[in-house]
């Protein structure tokens, strides 16, 4: 089957670093996505991987490790407006994508 | 730029209702996907099609039904409309015959209440 797990609700700290984990296990693994989502509007794209290893874009990192089912995402430097929901989904071979919970992030002052 | 538009942001029917929920994409995509998103659920898939007159159940189809009848429109449809429908629904949609890094394009979201 497939199961997708994040955590639910963060707190983080203006200007500091965060990272939201994800665990998965899914058949026929062929990556894993990042979506950012501000309250009331469309999942968007932040990040892809389908290798071991950690992906750099600007602020934002994601993490991969297959033989773990797990990766993470890292926001460094954070900005009140990077206050959102961060949906971890896996892409089995199927093309269907299987999305976790979503992580609800506040970021305070 | 990829566009997903779905028909409406809002909508409020009645219980028994037939509804009908419009996407339609500007990029010529082969796979597209309804999701309803619930809190503490996320987004979970109810169809999807990779083809012109071609569909797949997902997750959580019952209740639901959906139609492609041309590349760029994929409509959901609610038989007859309950109460324990009403939620979020996403549209989306995703090139096909690439590599696995394309993600999926979303549209804004219809909120549907069932009364």
């Known amino acids: 089957g497939q199961n997708i797990d994040q955590p639910t609700e963060m707190t983080a700290t203006e200007g500091a670093i965060v990272q939201i984990n994800c665990t998965y296990q899914t058949s026929g693994f062929n990556g894993l996505f990042w979506y950012q989502q501000h309250a009331g509007e469309a999942p968007t794209f932040l990040s892809y991987?389908?290798?071991?290893g950690l992906e750099e874009k600007g602020r934002f990192s994601s993490f991969l490790s297959r033989s773990k089912g797990y990766s993470y995402l890292l926001l460094k430097e954070l900005q009140m407006k990077d206050s959102a929901s961060y949906l971890c989904a896996a892409l089995n071979t199927g093309n269907q994508f299987y999305f976790g919970t979503g992580t609800s992030l506040t970021v305070i002052p | 730029d990829v566009k997903v538009t779905q028909s409406s942001r809002y909508l409020v029917k009645r219980t028994g209702e037939k509804v009908f929920l419009e996407c339609v994409q500007d990029?010529?995509?082969?796979?597209m996907f309804w999701y309803r998103q619930d809190p503490g659920l996320g987004l979970r898939l109810i169809y999807f099609?990779?083809?012109?007159?071609?569909?797949e159940k997902g997750d959580i189809p019952e209740g639901y039904s959906v139609s492609r009848e041309k590349k760029e429109r994929f409509s959901l449809i609610l038989e007859s409309a309950s109460t324990n429908q009403t939620s979020m629904y996403l549209c989306a949609s995703r090139p096909t015959g690439t590599e696995g890094r394309v993600p999926q394009h979303f549209g804004d979201g219809t909120r549907l209440s069932i009364l």
């Open positions: 099609s990779y083809d012109v007159k071609m569909k």
């Open positions: 991987n389908v290798l071991d």
């Open positions: 990029m010529d995509h082969e796979n």
